[in-house]
């Protein structure tokens, strides 16, 4: 069987690529490597975690020895890095945090991978998911191409910058075989309630002030998060090595437009007045830094992969919604934080 190790698993977009790989390749024996900070919830993971080619692995890829016998003793074949600090108003209060996740804990699994790999690199791949925030921010026209000059504003995009520039000089240096890319917003069920969608979604229900950066003209560009499962899948399985993609969307939205439809979706679905959910729209100080517009141009992995998004905006809040509205009982084992005793209680019985 092949052995791929996937890091972050139990976040957000890992939950969904971990979901994906172990359901449709059953030759393949799926090692979930994840810390559980905060941001890990192993009840993303529930319908897949008896899997027989499914295995969590509580560990940080900040501490090196673990890293480096970890893949000693299982003898990957491939890695898909997504583990990550994600949250850009974390990363203005807690820099290093994400230099030592982000940074050096893909060096460590550089490192491991390369010690491993080392003079027989055929087979082999590690794939880097990475940001759109890496390019900075646009004005009002343009897009990010692949060739667009990194020039990273917030702690977190320099800190994912340095990574991607990690996987390439050890590309360049030591030969090793990566595939990279850049992705856009991406939104969907499993998304943790501190981001816009689905902090929103969470405050709409709990008739909570919804808070509005600055004047909300901030645009971003949104991908339904399956979608980017699915181009990760393309990307690994079929990108050619040592090639960079960007993934979006193409979608773009202003912050203000784009909550006042999530407020005029959650009216309908709460059965409230129109215009009843908007009035919880607060306007609030400014994120520093806060870069005004990331739109992604996808024509590379769409013309050499065949890949583009397979569902609408609007097709993609509505599954959103719906799971949110569905699923009560994550929101409050997130909101409580009981879904942080999982994995203690799991690892009791
Ligand atoms: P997330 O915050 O939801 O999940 C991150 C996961 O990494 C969590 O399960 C966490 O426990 C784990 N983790 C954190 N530090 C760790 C460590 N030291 N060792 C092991 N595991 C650790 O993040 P996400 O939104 O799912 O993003 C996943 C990746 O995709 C990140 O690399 C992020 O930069 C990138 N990305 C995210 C988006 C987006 O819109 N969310 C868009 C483009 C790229
Ligand atoms: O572009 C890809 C990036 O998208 C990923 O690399 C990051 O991991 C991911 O967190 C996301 O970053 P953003 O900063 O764009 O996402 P966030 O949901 O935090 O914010 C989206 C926009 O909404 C941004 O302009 C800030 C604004 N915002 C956000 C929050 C949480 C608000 O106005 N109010 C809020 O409360």
Redesign the pocket.
């Known amino acids: 069987m092949k052995k791929i190790l996937i890091?972050?698993?139990?976040?957000?977009?890992?939950?969904h690529v971990v979901r994906l790989f172990v359901t449709k390749y059953r030759d393949y024996h799926i090692y979930n490597?994840?810390?559980?900070?905060?941001?890990?919830?192993l009840e993303n993971l529930t319908d897949i975690e008896a899997a027989p080619n499914y295995t969590f692995i509580k560990?940080?890829?900040?501490d090196a020895d673990f890293i480096s016998e970890l893949f000693e003793q299982h003898a990957f074949e491939g890695v898909i890095?997504?583990?990550?600090?994600?949250?850009v108003d974390r990363s203005i209060e807690d820099p290093l945090a994400f230099v030592?996740?982000?940074v050096f804990?893909t060096v460590n699994l550089l490192n491991a991978a390369k010690k491993e790999w080392e003079n027989a690199f055929e087979g082999k791949r590690f794939y880097h998911?990475?940001?759109?925030?890496v390019y900075g921010s646009l004005g009002a026209e343009g897009l990010f191409t692949e060739t667009t000059a990194y020039d990273p504003n917030s702690p977190?995009s320099a800190s994912?910058a340095s990574s991607d520039h990690f996987v390439r000089a050890y590309g360049e240096t030591y030969g090793l075989p990566y595939v990279l890319t850049?992705?856009?917003?991406?939104?969907g069920p499993n998304?943790?309630p501190e981001?816009l969608i689905p902090l929103f979604i969470h405050n709409i229900i709990a008739n909570k002030p919804l808070p509005v950066y600055g004047d909300g003209n901030y645009t971003r560009d949104w991908?339904f998060?399956e979608d980017?499962a699915r181009a990760i899948d393309l990307v690994f399985h079929q990108g050619a090595a040592q090639e960079t993609y960007n993934?979006g969307g193409f979608n773009e939205w202003k912050n203000i437009d784009l909550v006042r439809l999530l407020c005029s979706i959650m009216d309908g679905k709460l059965g409230r007045r129109p215009g009843k959910s908007a009035e919880l729209i607060t306007y609030v100080k400014d994120r520093p830094g806060h870069d005004l517009r990331y739109a992604i141009d996808a024509t590379k992995i769409k013309e050499q992969l065949g890949w583009e998004p397979s569902v609408t905006f609007e097709q993609g809040l509505e599954i959103t919604v719906n799971w949110y509205l569905n699923h009560p009982e994550w929101l409050d084992h997130v909101t409580s934080g009981a879904y942080l005793n999982y994995y203690d209680v799991k690892s009791e019985e």
């Open positions: 890091t972050g698993g139990a976040g957000f977009i890992g939950s490597l994840d810390a559980l900070t905060y941001a890990g919830n560990g940080d890829i900040t890095h997504l583990a990550a600090e994600s949250h030592k996740t982000n804990g998911i990475s940001t759109d925030e977190y994912k850049n992705c856009s917003n991406n939104y998304h943790f981001k991908l998060v980017h993934i």
